[in-house]
């Protein structure tokens, strides 16, 4: 309770400063003005010297938090937009991000994904840290993503920034490898009412109805509510796996344009889900969250924007397992240019969770103790240089966190991108990211009571990456190419160490592996005509993790990097005659390493009529090319599943 | 709690110092930018250019977002040997020769009725107007707070015998014909 009143005070507190600023008249006048009188004199010069593409060309926040050009940006980062998710077919969030190259992704049951990037993949995986407008949708308990309450209405989706390679500096822990960054559409984009539906083999139901409309002038609003349900997985036997689930879920946002200069989001949503298993009582998944974010244009050289969260997630493992987690997080962020050649931009942050986990009757593991509250301050700063510029840019940064388990930590990096004559550009980064303790790492106990053969590390540190990225991007015309080479050197990964060698146990978890991962992302995206588009990723990896003198763990990433050395993704979407679309996406894995996963390939088709601007048709088949296939687990475990073959239909309605 | 402290401490002594700085440019000037840009990409009918020389008329109808920036974008810019000039309209019926047309959203009639007075003329049509790609509009801004994105109507463009240049359907969203 001492931690709520906590957050409370704290959140009363942030609002406050929110209205002293947004009432400071000096403020609010000078934004007034200047949407009233247009300083041409400073802007129209320099404006047209912007190609087409520079104007419009997504401007990605993710990676510099603050906006700035995609051709422009010096990191592996890829865009799906709602076009290519809408017409891709897929039905959740984590089928929507197959269309995103750079990742290793793979779906283990009917509700369990793994993903990653650059590696050190698994169903917990913890490199990668995934945000939802800001929110990040992390669990304390391991560090990764319990991706099956993750279901974002598709529709409402603007676009996804998917970041291989550290984001440490800006984002802080987690973003080891990568940063899933999705953001939904404003509420003014989403006016009238949406009626969806559909169903079939693998997809049994789901529906959505979603209204959007004005409140007052300023402020746009919209409400939805939803549902699916999903079919079960396929044990190799082919039998039905019985983890067919559903889940309901509502929300809303809206959006207040305060003048031209500031904007407000309150947005939130509530869902509730059960998940079938094949021995046990259903899995039952609840949460809610709210987020508030006040963004405010102070000048043309500078920006504010505060943002402050409530999560609240509950699972309950009929008695295996339980957890109730409330997070509570404040950031605020100031970009600035200061002179003609820096660009600033700092930021402060505040998060408190509160973890309670239940040890069920049969618990083969307890989280001990079962109640913890942590606190995380972090704090960044990052100055763009132009040295040459619109040539030569250099970026320095700092992340600077302060967390209960191992104190204060630093993840600086440096970023440097060279602009080309060609329409290309190049860009090398020196990283150092850092992968703070979670709960499992320290409080993890087996079995659920003593004599404990596992425990936690008490003396558990962070796992260190030093990473190092050189590539290359182009856009011209038709043709988008971009090349990301990194090689990454790992310190103090999680190992399972004997306590007293050689007797096998007692074990405890330690930092005694090394490793080290490289490889290279290429993707490109061709327009043949102006109504088909080819785009086309290919990644190649390589992981080796190794004992470090003095441990007794000799897994050799067997249990913390599971991927594919090479994947390869074809995507085509097609504009057809007589209002037709058809899009296609193939996918070819190689084999799991440190897994029986054999190499495969799959494709998903989808034909879209949109007979008027009102209505879509659509007919998505998935994972075509076999009527059930792996694609994570070991051969032999009883948990493997197959994902099968599916099709469905689905209808939208818009007025 | 100290943190926040120092976040309270910090807000109030940057907020009035950055309050003081110049004036941002606004989503009307890059739209602004967009329009004379939108020149460079479309391709007209040659008998709709009554000669080489003849001015490149980008239109407002209705209110004008653009204040005098518009003007002063296209000033002393050519496209060839055509140079720009920027005419305002109060109503769709005053559209004498135009080449790119923005309605502004206080234009009165709904978008399709402006378009189907319009029909078959060689103006792009251009708009922020609420689904105007799918309504039958040629290009839609869509405005994300800072950020700009083109929704385009090929579709639109083609039954006005206008050229849009894969170029810019590249970088915006292609929307399909709409429903008649």
Redesign the interface.
């Known amino acids: 309770m001492a931690d709520m009143k906590?957050a409370a005070?704290?959140t009363s507190?942030?609002f406050t400063?929110g209205l002293?600023?947004v009432v400071?008249p000096?403020?609010a006048q000078?934004?007034d003005?200047?949407?009233?009188?247009?300083?041409?004199?400073?802007?129209?010069a320099a404006?047209?010297k912007?190609s087409?593409?520079q104007?419009?060309?997504?401007?990605v926040t993710s990676v510099s938090k603050r906006?700035e050009r995609l051709s422009q940006t010096a990191s592996a980062i890829q865009v799906i937009?709602?076009?290519d998710i809408r017409r891709s077919g897929a039905s959740s969030l984590a089928e929507a991000l197959r269309l995103a190259s750079n990742l290793q992704l793979a779906q283990v049951d009917s509700r369990q994904w793994a993903i990653s990037a650059r590696g050190f993949n698994g169903t917990t995986a913890n490199k990668l840290l995934v945000l939802i407008d800001g929110r990040t949708i992390y669990t304390p308990l391991f560090s990764g993503v319990f991706w099956d309450v993750q279901e974002v209405p598709l529709e409402d989706i603007?676009r996804i920034e998917v970041i291989s390679g550290p984001g440490a500096t800006l984002w802080g822990a987690n973003a080891v490898n990568g940063v899933i960054n999705v953001i939904t559409?404003?509420a003014?984009?989403t006016?009238g009412f949406l009626l969806t539906g559909g169903g079939g083999t693998e997809q049994h139901g789901f529906g959505t109805v979603r209204y959007g409309a004005a409140l007052g002038s300023s402020v746009r609003a919209r409400i939805y509510g939803r549902g699916f349900d999903r079919d079960a997985t396929a044990f190799p036997s082919g039998q039905d796996a019985a983890d067919d689930w559903h889940l309901e879920q509502g929300g809303f946002r809206m959006d207040w344009e305060a003048s031209?200069?500031s904007?407000a989001t309150l947005q939130g949503e509530l869902y509730d889900g059960r998940i079938a298993q094949d021995s046990g009582g259903d899995i039952a998944v609840t949460g809610r969250n709210v987020i508030a974010k006040w963004?405010r244009?102070?000048?043309?050289?500078?920006s504010?924007t505060a943002q402050l969260y409530y999560d609240r997630t509950h699972r309950d493992i009929p008695r295996l397992f339980g957890e109730h987690l409330d997070t509570y997080d404040v950031e605020?962020q100031?970009s600035?240019r200061l002179g003609a050649r820096h660009d600033l931009v700092w930021g402060?942050g505040?998060r408190n969770i509160n973890d309670r986990t239940v040890v069920g009757a049969d618990s083969t593991l307890a989280f001990l103790p079962t109640q913890v509250a942590r606190e995380w301050?972090t704090g960044f700063v990052q100055d763009e240089i132009a040295l040459v510029p619109n040539r030569v840019h250099v970026t320095l940064g700092t992340k600077i966190e302060h967390n209960d388990y191992t104190g204060f930590e630093v993840q600086p990096s440096g970023r440097v991108s060279w602009r080309l004559a060609s329409s290309g550009l190049l860009w090398a980064a020196v990283s150092r990211a850092l992968r703070t303790p979670s709960r499992i790492d320290r409080d993890l106990f087996a079995p659920a009571k003593p004599p404990y053969f596992l425990t936690g590390g008490p003396d558990f540190h962070s796992e260190e990456e030093l990473a190092y990225e050189l590539g290359y991007r182009y856009q011209r015309?038709?043709v988008a190419l971009s090349v990301a080479t990194f090689y990454s050197r790992y310190h103090g990964l999680r190992s399972i160490e004997q306590v007293n060698p050689p007797n096998p146990v007692p074990l405890v978890i330690g930092n005694g592996q090394d490793g080290e991962s490289y490889g290279g992302e290429v993707t490109a995206e061709y327009?043949l005509?102006?109504?088909w588009r080819v785009h086309a990723g290919y990644t190649e990896l390589r992981v080796h993790v190794w004992p470090n003198p003095g441990s007794t763990d000799r897994s050799r990433g067997a249990t913390e990097s599971q991927v594919p050395d090479r994947q390869f993704l074809l995507q085509s979407w097609v504009?057809l005659p007589g209002?037709l679309?058809l899009a296609a996406g193939f996918r070819a894995i190689d084999d799991i390493n440190h897994q029986l996963v054999p190499a495969y390939a799959e494709l998903n088709a989808t034909l879209t009529w949109?007979?008027?601007?009102?209505?879509d048709l659509s007919l998505v088949g998935q994972n075509l090319l076999h009527d059930q296939h792996r694609e994570f687990g070991a051969a032999t475990s009883p948990t493997r599943r197959d994902i099968q073959r599916g099709v469905y239909g689905a209808v939208a309605w818009r007025f | 709690?100290a943190?926040?402290k120092?976040?309270?401490a910090?807000?109030?002594v940057?907020?009035?110092r950055?309050?003081?700085?110049?004036?941002?440019?606004?989503?009307?000037?890059?739209k602004a930018?967009?329009l004379?840009?939108f020149a460079?990409?479309v391709d007209w009918p040659a008998e709709s250019v009554p000669d080489s020389q003849a001015p490149l008329v980008i239109g407002i109808l209705g209110e004008d977002p653009?204040?005098?920036?518009l003007d002063?974008?296209v000033r002393g810019e050519r496209r060839g040997a055509r140079p720009f000039a920027v005419h305002r309209y109060q109503r769709v019926d005053d559209v004498t020769r135009c080449d790119i047309l923005f309605i502004g959203q206080s234009a009165g009639d709904a978008p399709e009725e402006i378009i189907a007075r319009l029909k078959n003329r060689p103006i792009l049509t251009v708009s922020d107007a609420?689904?105007f790609a799918?309504?039958g509009g040629m290009i839609r801004f869509?405005t994300?707070?800072?950020?700009?994105?083109?929704q385009i109507n090929?579709a639109a463009a083609e039954a006005a015998h206008l050229t849009?240049s894969?170029?810019?359907?590249?970088?915006?969203?292609?929307?399909?014909?709409?429903?008649?």
């Open positions: 906590t005070a704290a507190l942030v400063l002293i600023c400071r000096g403020v000078q934004a003005s200047a949407r009233q009188r247009p300083d041409s004199s400073v802007s129209a404006l047209k912007l087409i593409e104007l419009m060309d997504l401007q906006p937009t709602q076009q603007d559409k404003d003014k984009d006016q031209s200069a904007h963004s244009t102070l000048s043309e050289r500078s504010l605020l100031h600035t402060l505040y301050f015309g038709s327009w005509t102006s109504r504009d209002h679309g949109q007979p008027t601007s009102h209505l | 709690m943190f926040l120092i976040t309270a910090v807000l109030l940057c907020a009035p950055l309050g003081a700085q110049a004036a941002k440019a606004s989503e009307a000037q890059v930018v967009f004379f840009n460079q990409f653009f204040g005098d920036f002063a974008t609420d689904r799918q309504r869509v994300d707070r800072s950020r700009i994105r083109l090929p849009i894969s170029k810019l359907l590249r970088v915006a969203e292609v929307i399909t014909p709409t429903g008649r």
